[in-house]
């Protein structure tokens, strides 16, 4: 069992990659300027920590985005190249009670990944 | 005291035009990365004190991200045009303006985009967002070309622009969005 924290920022979520069992936590907002380079440096340390194909589940508990990190999500979503990425079971989606538009982004990944969602409100 | 007279004649001319009760966070200044996030907290801020739904919170914010990371990617520097932005409430639910200074092929581009996403049907912006969604591609500096289309869809098409002439070829690009109850 091993674990990476990558802290979040102001425009950062804070990430949890979690290795036997597998999963990756995604919390806080995700609006970087420049989100190709911040997923690229999350999506290194998850083929670090992750080299089977072993279930993985993905929580995603955002607060706000912007839409290169939507696009960014969505790439990440689809790779399916890396053992890591092979076996994703079930993504998390978890918004605030009657947050119609973070639940319909949900609703939109879900879409276009072709992952099984399960959406929580808390 | 506004000291940029442009600024001032922005205030007053939105004052009369619309029916608003509060103005709830007003910047003008160049922007940067942490500027955008923090004004966006504070903006969170202001709307839960104010009692705004989640959707209407998560809404603005969103839309606020895009307004200022564009003018933070896109802004010209010129001291008599600076930057704005300005959120108010009004007896329908918010509005913002914005608007910073841009040049002449900028301004062919944006009016173009604009003008395209306004004459979208309604029934058909989802599809539409969820089509340019899945094309997409981010590009190395971290654009997707898809912040003016998600400012259209999610405030219902409920945006007006402007473009004023100013010195040095550039314009100033004037942009008010509702975000209705």
């Not at chain 1, 190709?36 to 080299?51: G, N, P, T």
């Amino acid at each position: 069992m091993e674990k990476i924290i990558i802290e979040g920022s102001l425009n950062t979520p804070e990430i949890t990659i979690h290795s036997n069992p597998n999963y990756i936590t995604i919390k806080g907002v995700c609006a970087p300027e420049n989100p190709k380079k911040f997923f690229s440096e999350f999506i290194h340390q998850v083929e670090f920590l992750i080299a089977d194909v072993k279930p993985l589940e993905i929580t995603i508990h955002l607060d706000y985005f912007n839409t290169g990190s939507s696009r960014s999500l969505l790439d990440f979503l689809l790779i399916r190249a890396n053992d890591a990425f092979k076996n994703i079971t079930k993504v998390h989606w978890i918004v605030e009670g009657g947050d119609d538009d973070l639940f319909e982004a949900g609703k939109m990944l879900e879409e276009l990944s072709g992952l099984p969602f399960h959406f929580k409100e808390i | 005291m506004i000291k940029s007279k442009k600024l001032s004649e922005i205030l007053s001319s939105i004052e009369t035009q619309d029916e608003i009760i509060d103005f709830l966070f007003v910047f003008s200044g160049q922007l940067n990365e942490d500027v955008v996030a923090t004004a966006v907290k504070l903006i969170e801020r202001k709307l839960k004190m104010e009692m705004h739904s989640p959707t209407t919170i998560t809404r603005t914010k969103i839309i606020s991200t895009e307004i200022l990371q564009n003018i933070t990617k896109h802004q010209m520097e010129n001291k008599d045009l600076l930057p704005y932005y300005f959120l108010a409430s009004t007896d329908k639910g918010l509005v913002i303006y914005a608007g910073n200074a841009i040049s002449d092929s900028g301004k062919t581009e944006i009016e173009k985009q604009l003008g395209l996403y306004k004459s979208y049907p309604a029934e058909e912006m989802r599809k539409i967002y969820l089509n340019a969604l899945s094309k997409s591609i981010v590009d190395s500096n971290g654009n997707a070309g898809l912040g003016l289309l998600d400012i259209a869809y999610r405030s219902g098409q409920k945006f007006n622009y402007n473009f004023s002439p100013a010195a040095n070829n550039a314009y100033l690009f004037d942009l008010n969005v509702w975000i209705t109850k």
